[in-house]
């Protein structure tokens, strides 16, 4: 296993994407939960998960498989009609790492390379940076599970940001609705979405999920987002460092955090101590006409 502060070897991988698997999976069935006639679904399949929300769904994806050695191709097949069936692609979310039989059966496939993300990981028992300096008008605080108006704030702030001006993605599910129900069926007891405000106006927001893979707790951090108008004023850097502090505190020793190479979000992770585990490109195969 990797020692604090050096690269990300296999073993170290497994559990970074065994965790966004597992926290991934648990999104999705608290999804199924709260919307029990849309015909959401998790198979799991080669170690990892497909989550399936609908047809053509953006979140729709498969996370984690192939780390664990070769994937049944029968079982294999069993997901592409899932999604296929549907008219929805098959997204896949390859970790380099993965057995090298899994990826030469997704070329024989042909899937093919639609988008690249970086993963940075890093470590929590070396120390944290300090908190970034805010303006006194900005205030952070964990979204409480019984707080439906800060649930909704949270959501429309995501939405709001990820679509960075253009039009909000239409996702078959609330996905603050769903977050907060994820977070309440697994005791309510962690954070899982921190709000930011301006003087009281909803600014950004950001998710975190905390899992225990073998004898390691992995924090993996996602769902950051700040509204245009609010950019350039620590916003995103802080709830960074706040996730990083609840996770600590949680006990965790790895945080995971993926982004776009080169992007604002990258730049602002180095800042926050990560470093670039792996690049993993996201492969593709879309139903047949």
């Known amino acids: 296993m990797t020692a604090p502060g050096h690269h990300c070897d296999a073993s170290l991988a497994r559990a970074l994407e065994s965790a966004e698997a597992f926290s991934s999976r648990a999104f999705c069935l608290a999804a199924a939960d709260l919307y029990p006639d849309k015909g959401i679904r998790a198979v799991d399949v080669g170690g990892g998960v497909a989550k399936f929300y609908g047809p053509s769904d953006p979140i729709n994806s498969v996370k984690g498989v192939g780390l664990n050695g070769p994937v049944n191709a029968d079982e294999w097949s069993a997901v592409e009609l899932l999604f296929h069936e549907s008219g929805s692609p098959v997204v896949v979310d390859l970790c380099p790492f993965a057995d090298g039989s899994f990826t ?4 024989e496939r042909a899937y093919t390379i639609a988008a690249f993300e970086t ?16 303006q006194s008008e900005i205030e952070l605080k964990v979204v ?23 039009e909000p993605m239409r996702f ?33 927001g950001a998710a ?3 899992t225990d893979v073998g004898d390691l707790r992995i924090a993996h951090m996602s ?10 004023r620590g916003i995103q850097s802080a709830l960074t460092s706040a996730r990083l502090r609840i996770a600590r505190d949680a006990g965790v020793q790895y945080a995971k955090l993926d982004v776009i190479a080169g992007s604002v979000s990258h730049r602002n992770a180095e800042r926050a101590g990560f470093r670039v585990a792996y690049t993993r490109p996201q492969v593709v195969k879309p139903a047949p006409k």
Not at 149 to 163: C, E, K, L, P, Q
Not at 227 to 232: A, G, S
């Open 104 to 107: 030469a059966m997704l070329s």
């Open 119 to 134: 993963v940075t990981f890093r470590s929590l028992l070396d120390p944290l940076p300090g908190s970034p300096a805010m």
């Open 144 to 166: 409480s599970l019984s707080d439906g108006d800060a649930i909704a704030a949270w959501g429309r702030v995501v939405d709001v940001g990820f679509a960075d001006g253009g």
């Open 172 to 204: 078959t599910v609330d996905i603050a609705r769903v977050r907060a129900h994820m977070a309440a069926r697994e005791g309510g007891s962690r954070p899982s979405m921190l709000l930011a405000t301006v003087r009281g106006e909803p600014a950004g």
């Open 208 to 210: 975190l999920s905390i």
């Open 223 to 232: 769902g950051a987002a700040v509204l245009p108008q609010f950019r350039k």
